[in-house]
């Protein structure tokens, strides 16, 4: 057995992300941890990423949850062409574009990353997107590896901005030769994806592995059970309804196969259940995830220390 090597892992889920943040915040300042320092690789999807990225630039978790709490912020900022799609339509839906705009997004991550790139970060940083315009997957990462060099110019807020881009929410966004989009496609619940990296490129013996795993929350309730009409994609699929979906049901199976693959001391995730919808983009809710976020640090307090600060691996 050798030296235990702890993982951050961030779930995407939009505005959701408040909810691991003010964890976050909470270790920070109530348990005085120094995330960056007590984590050995740090990995995040979609909003997740922002987190990640945060704790990995040593930018203090409580400067995160108030970019989300910030109501000028315009991070969920509807674009022109998408209000004009439902003057024209008189639904809520998007017509001519992604409902909202990215440029928003980028000038609030300017504002915290600035010209920071991953080639600047030294500490092992995951940030899943999807290469939409070859259809495979594609991971940003910082250079913490000799053989991993592609993205070391690449700007820390154009990989999250990638990594953001869920469909019919944001456009995909290009970065350097690649048309990216929504790492939560397939890696909503970036944990499984930090382990198989930490094994393949730093050679970590995976009994040596230890996760923190923050969710942004599972909703029990999607769809129901009553049969619409129509299934078209506005109608019975409801375009925002399965995009959660799909990024829940990731979430779900990676959790899934972690508890086959390790042992039950090896993780320790965090995340809340609810019983209605918990939308992607729903800013009305922050107040309401703050106090799940706090009812689970108040709860789980002791447990988070000792994982984080004694080894569990044995």
Request: charged letters at 20%; glycine letters at 6%.
């Amino acid at each position: 057995m050798g030296k235990t090597f702890k993982i951050l892992s961030i779930d995407g889920g939009g505005i959701r992300g408040i909810y691991p943040a003010h964890i976050l915040q909470c270790i920070e300042e109530k348990l005085q941890i120094n995330l960056n320092e007590n984590f050995d690789m740090i990995a995040g999807t979609s909003t997740g990423s922002i987190v990640a990225a945060g704790v990995a630039s040593h930018v203090p978790a409580a400067d995160i949850v108030t970019m989300y709490q910030d109501p000028d912020a315009g991070i969920f900022r509807e674009s022109q062409c998408f209000l004009l799609g439902k003057t024209l339509s008189n639904v809520a839906h998007p017509v001519l574009s992604s409902i909202y705009d990215p440029q928003h997004l980028h000038s609030v991550l300017d504002g915290i990353f600035k010209n920071k790139r991953l080639g600047d970060i030294k500490k092992p940083l995951l940030i899943p997107s999807t290469d939409i315009g070859n259809g495979c997957v594609h991971v940003l990462k910082s250079v913490y590896s000799d053989k991993i060099t592609r993205d070391k110019d690449v700007l820390i807020k154009d990989a999250i901005l990638a990594s953001c881009s869920a469909p019919t929410y944001f456009d995909p966004h290009k970065v350097d030769n690649h048309l990216l989009a929504d790492g939560g496609l397939w890696a909503n619940n970036p944990a499984l994806t930090a382990v198989i990296d930490a094994k393949a490129h730093l050679n970590i013996n995976q009994d040596d592995i230890q996760i923190l795993s923050i969710g942004t929350g599972q909703s029990k309730t999607i769809y129901g059970t009553k049969t619409p009409r129509k299934w078209g994609f506005i109608t019975g699929w409801k375009q925002k309804e399965l995009v959660n979906a799909m990024l829940s049901l990731q979430s779900q199976s990676v959790e899934n196969y972690l508890n086959l693959m390790l042992r039950p001391e090896q993780i320790k995730r965090l995340d809340f259940k609810s019983d209605q919808p918990l939308p992607l983009d729903d800013r009305s809710s922050m107040e309401d995830l703050i106090s799940k976020a706090n009812d689970t640090f108040t709860h789980e307090s002791e447990a988070i220390k000792n994982f984080i600060l004694n080894s569990n691996v044995t």
